[in-house]
């Protein structure tokens, strides 16, 4: 028995000392593939300007792509105009072109088809096409010789099971304006060895627009680290050509979307990128740069941005042009198919007509469009949340794509309305505003002392209001979670803190996050950050720890921490309306 016992025993420590050792090997495994993820991630901050790849560039093998003249090696297109780059028809003979281009001889990995920007959305990229010997994935690197730009890094995503593949085709943007751009390809297996190498030279034209190829940076004191990704710039660039940008972390042009109007967003819908390229059409494009669709909406001008709703659907801000007013309108537009239609007139909701007859009394705010809704965005099937920076007011509508929508409620102060009456009709209109409350473990606010009162002349105690509705509001974006109840949803925006409702002082603007209650009837306030004032325009978007700020009005976009110092800044020349920032893994980048 003894004996049995002590092989129990021994058996037992050695299965605890293995599973030990297995335990630390594991651990020991997951911190080297955690340091070697950060590792890549900071390689694509773009932030590095002393490490050069061009350095380590071969330059016995190194290749140069020649885009005109007699050495001529990389296919070319011209497009005349926007409206031939966003042309359905002229797309799809582009990539009929590179298909029977593709089919005439084999091209490998180290003799690639090479085009420039043959599908004309992009002029700071490349078409790549190849077939490699083995399955391999591809993580390449642009290099510039200026001290002022870092190199651009990333690893390309080709839509296979675990990234690797043996047919290759890609957009590489990235490339910079003017300048001599080298390239260097790495081929990794599946077991991230490297399998081969290549090296590439080529001159690139100057910017399509006219944009600034390094804008203006400011560095901050802050610490927080920089958000990875990079800008998308919606800026007026002050030439006769328009464009929607991409810039990196050190501020430096890494792409150009030609366009005809500036829009206010661009929304990655199935696999293609939604965005404004007239005042009248959105364009879908791909992953390679071709113009998939053009959704057209006739006879409407967009005004603002879109939404959309996850089904297959976007809703545009856009005002018809032979409607002589309205208090503002939404369309409807099916993203596959192309139908339009109507979905809403505010002008056709009995109770914010009234509503705004009532605040207009002066006439200081009517106009061809009167609310101006600026902000849209889907919180459910047909439902609507419209914001008014016009009006200082954000409000919720339902029944919409029918002839009798409805005001379901309106976010904003009383005192804006005009309804503190005691009749019946004042008390109707009253209930469309939604209550303020407090969020759970959010403290009453002080209430005034006597004292103030007097100063205030009040002759009487006041309550103190829980806190100060959004002003001169932009950018709603709506938040769902699954922690909340039936009803209940986040939403974040810019409280521009200026216009109608405000002292007319330049104070500060504010981030603002609310907690809607449909079913409570009321909305609290979250978060307030403060923010640099910015008057008209802009947007916000939050990180765990920090914020990307566009104040519109200085021309100046910014990553700030949370604890308010500033990271980055940089400087446009020309208008500027929004910036987002996206790291597009999933759509160009793995």
């Not at 208090?327 to 009995?350: C, H, R, W």
């Not at 609310?371 to 509508?397: D, F, R």
């Not at 309550?463 to 979670?481: C, M, W």
């Not at 109608?500 to 950050?529: F, I, M, W």
Request: hydrophobic share 35%; glycine share 8%; with cysteine.
């Amino acid at each position: 028995m003894k004996k049995k016992l002590l092989t129990i025993l021994i058996t037992s420590l050695v299965m605890i000392a293995g599973m030990g050792a297995f335990l630390w090997k594991m651990n020991s495994v997951n911190r080297q593939q955690e340091k070697k993820k950060a590792a890549l991630l900071q390689e694509e901050m773009d932030t590095d300007t002393k490490d050069k790849a061009l350095e380590d560039v071969d330059k016995l093998e190194l290749q140069t792509l020649y885009l005109s003249g007699d050495k001529k090696n990389v296919v070319t297109r011209e497009y005349g105009s926007v409206d031939a780059i966003y042309n359905k028809a002229k797309s799809a003979a582009a990539e009929d072109m590179l298909t029977d281009i593709k089919k005439k001889r084999d091209y490998s990995e180290e003799d690639p088809l090479w085009a420039y920007n043959p599908y004309g959305t992009n002029p700071e990229s490349l078409y790549m096409y190849f077939k490699s010997k083995g399955r391999f994935y591809c993580r390449y690197t642009v290099s510039v010789d200026d001290d002022k730009i870092p190199d651009f890094t990333r690893t390309l995503d080709n839509g296979a099971s675990g990234n690797v593949a043996m047919e290759h085709e890609y957009q590489i943007i990235g490339l910079v304006p003017d300048k001599t751009n080298y390239l260097i390809f790495r081929l990794y297996n599946k077991k991230d060895e490297l399998a081969n190498t290549l090296y590439y030279k080529v001159d690139m034209p100057k910017s399509y627009s006219g944009a600034q190829t390094i804008l203006k940076l400011e560095e901050g004191r802050s610490k927080t680290p920089l958000q990875n990704g990079l800008y998308t710039v919606f800026a007026g660039t002050g030439t006769k050509k328009q464009a929607v940008l991409l810039y990196d972390n050190s501020g430096v042009l890494r792409g150009e979307f030609p366009t005809k109007e500036i829009g206010y967003n661009m929304e990655q819908i199935y696999d293609t990128l939604v965005y404004e390229v007239d005042d009248n059409t959105l364009a879908r494009v791909n992953e390679l740069g071709q113009v998939v669709d053009c959704l057209e909406i006739p006879l409407h001008h967009i005004y603002g941005e879109f939404a959309y709703d996850g089904a297959g659907a976007v809703y545009v801000l856009a005002q018809p042009v032979q409607r002589s007013q309205s208090l503002g309108s939404v369309v409807k537009v099916e993203v596959n198919s192309g139908d339009v239609s109507d979905a809403l007139d505010l002008s056709d909701i009995p109770s914010l007509v009234k509503l705004v007859k009532r605040a207009d009394k002066s006439g200081k705010l009517k106009g061809r469009n009167y609310m101006a809704p600026n902000s849209v965005q889907v919180t459910g099937i047909n439902q609507l949340l419209l914001g008014s920076s016009k009006y200082s007011t954000i409000m919720k509508v339902s029944n919409v794509n029918s002839l009798m929508p409805k005001l379901d409620y309106m976010m904003t102060d009383q005192k804006l309305w005009n309804i503190s009456g005691k009749g019946k009709a004042m008390k109707r209109l009253r209930k469309k505003l939604l209550t303020k409350a407090l969020a759970d473990g959010q403290a009453e606010p002080t209430q005034a002392t006597p004292i103030v009162n007097s100063i205030l002349d009040s002759g009487k105690t006041t309550t103190p209001e829980l806190f100060r509705s959004q002003y001169g509001q932009n950018a709603l974006v709506v938040e769902k979670s699954s922690n909340l109840a039936e009803g209940q949803y986040y939403v974040g925006m810019l409280n521009n803190n200026a216009g109608r409702g405000t002292s007319g002082q330049k104070n500060n603007s504010y981030y603002y996050k609310y907690l809607v209650d449909e079913s409570a009837g009321t909305y609290a306030l979250l978060e307030k950050e403060r923010l640099t004032w910015n008057e008209k325009g802009g947007n916000v978007t939050p990180y765990d720890e920090s914020f990307l700020y566009c104040r519109s009005g200085d021309h100046i976009f910014e990553e700030t921490g949370k604890d308010g110092r500033q990271i980055r800044s940089f400087h446009v020349k020309g208008t500027l309306y929004r910036v987002y920032k996206n790291d597009w893994k999933g759509f160009w980048f793995y």
